[in-house]
């Protein structure tokens, strides 16, 4: 089993708006698993989220940044998917490790200090606004991170000039992971 039953039961339970709401947009189970999965792998303590919605993939990452004494910062526009996703963290007792950000995370993220440097990123809002979240974060990563992009696949060609400069950056290894929405899959390694 990938979390424990109370974390379990909030993330189907917020799974299932998928048929009752028009603006979930949140990204696929499978897609939610594999990042999870990655970031354990990776023993990710530190995650930079923009785009929360409901908190679908929030509870993802803080399921796993509990596991690894970790945090996770994120960042949505929206007052009522804010106060929702509040609502479901703090159903699957995930809140004390989550903060999350109402605003433009383009003016946002460059003024949150997290606790220790991102070592995993997602970035998920508004796809061309997506150079714009990347120039705020990536001033907070660590050494090395994972920076994770939703939408390769079913937002191709909004994405195809972000995934570029995402390939060319200084110590990026990037690949594209056909699974769910799509996702751009970058390590970066500064050290
Ligand atoms: C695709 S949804 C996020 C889905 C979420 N990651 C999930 O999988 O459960 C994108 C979210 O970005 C938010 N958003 C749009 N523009 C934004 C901005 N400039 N700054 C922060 N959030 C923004 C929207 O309100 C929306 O909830």
Redesign the pocket.
């Known amino acids: 089993m990938m979390f424990e039953p109370h974390i379990q039961s909030v993330i189907d339970r917020v799974n299932a708006i998928r048929d009752s709401v028009d603006d979930h947009?949140?990204?696929p189970r499978n897609e939610a698993l594999l990042l999870s999965q990655i970031a354990r792998i990776g023993q990710c303590r530190s995650f930079c989220?923009?785009?929360?919605?409901?908190g679908?993939?929030t509870l993802h990452f803080a399921a796993i940044a509990r596991e690894f004494g970790g945090h996770v910062h994120t960042?949505?526009?929206?007052q009522r998917?804010v106060n929702a996703a509040s609502q479901n963290l703090t159903d699957a007792g995930l809140i004390d490790v989550v903060t999350l950000h109402l605003g433009?995370?383009?003016e946002l993220v460059a003024t949150i200090m997290p606790e220790t440097p991102y070592d995993f990123v997602f970035v998920?809002?508004?796809k061309d606004?997506s150079l714009e979240y990347l120039q705020a974060v990536l001033p907070k990563t660590a050494p090395r991170s994972i920076i994770a992009t939703d939408n390769t696949l079913s937002h191709a060609s909004e994405l195809a000039g972000f995934v570029e400069h995402l390939r060319q950056l200084p110590g990026a290894v990037s690949c594209d992971v056909p699974v769910g929405n799509g996702f751009e899959l970058t390590l970066l390694m500064q050290d």
Do not use: P
């Open positions: 947009w949140q990204i989220e923009i785009g929360t919605s409901y679908f993939s960042f949505d526009i929206s998917k433009d995370a383009r998920d809002a508004v606004q």
